[in-house]
């Protein structure tokens, strides 16, 4: 492949000036002739084509796999004015997984009598397999998690096998969705609007696919 040898890198919002500043030494050390440092939620518009848009007020509601982080923008004339930011550093895509795994966990107890709570490998494969069931459960109202010899005891292996609907999987995972809700209201206040005063919303990241997520979303804009 070519060497890279420039970079723009995006940072949060919500980074001040010495983090901003230490993100641009690292580039650095790390070989490369930064050039611009611009804002996550700025590229996620960009990205949509939105710095085409004249005198528009853009939500970009962000939740990746770690983080949640909401900022609105106002664009004009392809320039980009962050109005507000807001956001829940622990809350993202891992969250959901963990209440899936939190409820095989509990369902194999019950079943069984054994906790896999303790035994890695388990906990390794609940994961993974919770994982693909969320991400199923975007498009499909139902999955099949099926772990064969997730453990064994001095009878044999033991196989876990459930399914999980989507309307299982909303209600676990209420709490969570509800914790979307704060950052956007913030976001709004801070920036001195109501909800009718955005124009466009962006979704970033690949926890925005869960159609519960996208309803929040509705509700409180009245936008997809």
């Known amino acids: 492949g070519e060497q890279v040898k420039q970079a723009v890198i995006t940072v949060p919002a919500y980074f001040n000036d010495s983090q901003r500043q230490a993100t641009k030494d690292s580039g650095k050390i790390a070989g490369l002739e930064v050039l611009r440092i611009i804002n996550e939620p700025t590229a996620a518009s960009l990205a949509y084509g939105l710095d085409k848009k004249n005198n528009e007020t853009i939500l970009v509601f962000d939740l990746g796999g770690g983080t949640f982080d909401v900022s609105v ?28 795994v939190k ?12 906790d ?13 397999a919770s994982e693909k069931a969320k991400v199923e459960l975007s498009n499909l109202t ?4 099926n772990l064969p010899f997730i453990t064994a005891t001095s009878t044999g292996p033991k196989h876990l096998e459930r399914v999980l ?7 676990l995972c209420s709490s969570l ?7 956007v209201d913030s976001a709004l206040k801070d920036a001195k609007l109501d909800s009718s005063k955005i124009d466009e919303v962006v ?5 925005t696919r869960i159609p519960a997520v996208k309803e929040l979303v509705k509700k409180i804009l ?3």
Do not use: M, Y
């Open 73 to 100: 923008l106002e664009v004009g004339d392809g320039v980009f004015e962050v109005l507000s930011t807001a956001g829940d550093t622990h809350l993202g895509g891992d969250d959901f997984d963990d209440k899936i």
């Open 103 to 114: 409820w095989l966990l509990n369902e194999f107890k019950n079943e069984s009598g054994i």
């Open 116 to 128: 896999l709570k303790t035994d890695r490998q388990a906990l390794q494969r609940l994961t993974e």
């Open 142 to 145: 139902q999955t099949e998690i």
């Open 165 to 171: 609907t989507r309307g299982k999987f909303e209600e």
């Open 177 to 183: 969705i509800d914790r979307a809700r704060t950052p």
């Open 203 to 207: 979704l970033v990241g690949g926890s």
């Open 222 to 224: 009245g936008k997809d």
